[in-house]
């Protein structure tokens, strides 16, 4: 069985999410380093494990959830269906279950906003976990004035706190944020994040349960 922790330590995986953390540093997107993919992974198999789904699910999400951005390597676009191939043949590589590693293709190939629906319980997970990462600290170009950086950089840059709260008595996954209003505005924030709110709620109903986004301690969804 396949443990997350050699899957970090193999050469290869280390190799190629260096080069996809420089790329995207070079094309100026927020950071989408293994500080980024630790986070998502330990999210994903948080979420799955507050809904007492079973341990091997658990482990299957912390893994797709480590590995999701991983297509950046190649190119920012599409990235989602690049990561799902690379990702399938390293786990096979490393002897994974052929069925298991193509969960974990089939839920990183989902989980952009942009083309992604939740397939299974995995993706549903890695999908919540992937876009509840928000925070100033993933904004890594220099901003001379924030005011006059772009919405996408204020929205993180405003971020002070994220994080994901599972009640699987009351059924709700909610995402929870504190951002600094002085330099973004709640609807700043929707104008970027509607699409990806979206995708959430599907993917907390595909968990059987429903989605709410809580700004500043007032919730929203």
């Not at 069985?1 to 100026?28: H, P, T, W």
């Not at 789904?53 to 299957?60: G, P, S, Y």
Request: aromatic residues 6%; negative net charge; proline residues 1%.
């Amino acid at each position: 069985m396949l443990d997350l922790n050699v899957l970090k330590n193999d050469r290869e995986v280390q190799a190629i999410m260096a080069v996809s953390e420089r790329s995207i540093e070079a094309l100026g997107f927020t950071e989408h380093s293994r500080r980024h993919s630790g986070i998502v992974s330990k999210w994903s198999g948080d979420i799955l494990r507050a809904l007492d789904r079973e341990e091997n699910r658990i482990r299957l999400a912390e893994i797709a959830g480590y590995l999701h951005d991983i297509g950046n390597c190649i190119n920012r676009q599409d990235h989602a269906f690049s990561g799902a191939i690379i990702a399938y043949r390293i786990l096979t590589r490393l002897g994974m279950d052929e069925e298991d590693a193509a969960e974990i293709m089939a839920a990183i190939g989902n989980h952009d906003e942009h083309f992604g629906i939740p397939v299974s319980d995995i993706s549903a997970a890695l999908i919540i976990a992937d876009k509840a990462d928000v925070h100033k600290s993933r904004v890594k170009k220099p901003i001379d004035n924030v005011m006059s950086a772009n919405i996408h950089d204020r929205v993180n840059l405003a971020a002070e706190r994220s994080y994901l709260t599972v009640d699987k008595n009351a059924g709700t996954i909610t995402l929870n944020i504190e951002i600094d209003t002085e330099i973004c505005s709640v609807m700043d924030y929707f104008e970027i994040y509607f699409g990806r709110m979206q995708l959430c709620r599907r993917a907390a109903e595909f968990l059987g349960c429903h989605f709410s986004l809580v700004i500043n301690g007032t919730s929203l969804v």
